[in-house]
């Protein structure tokens, strides 16, 4: 089984995160730090038809790496792994490598 988008959306995989430091023996909890959702897009939609009938592409593609805001995006959980789903105008940036 996978998980396939559909219309304009996307699906982003989470990636694994430390949620607590250590200092020698102590364990410091992340807590109250505002992070942003990121992730790995593993499935794109083929795009959709708008008001008009034109149909608009998706731009996004597989395996790029995107910021999502924090209120918005669905949370799924598929065979022990968590991703977000959410519509592709609503990503906020793309991570590249480039300077």
Known sequence: MKLEAVFNSIIVKKPQVQEEST????????LGREKNLTGTIVSVGPGYHCATGEFIPTTLQVGQKV???????????????????????QVIAIISEEI
């Open 67 to 89: 910021i999502l805001p924090q209120m918005g995006p669905t949370k799924i959980e598929f065979e022990g792994e968590e991703y977000y789903g959410i519509l592709e105008n």
């Open 23 to 30: 200092y020698g023996n102590i364990i410091v909890p992340d």
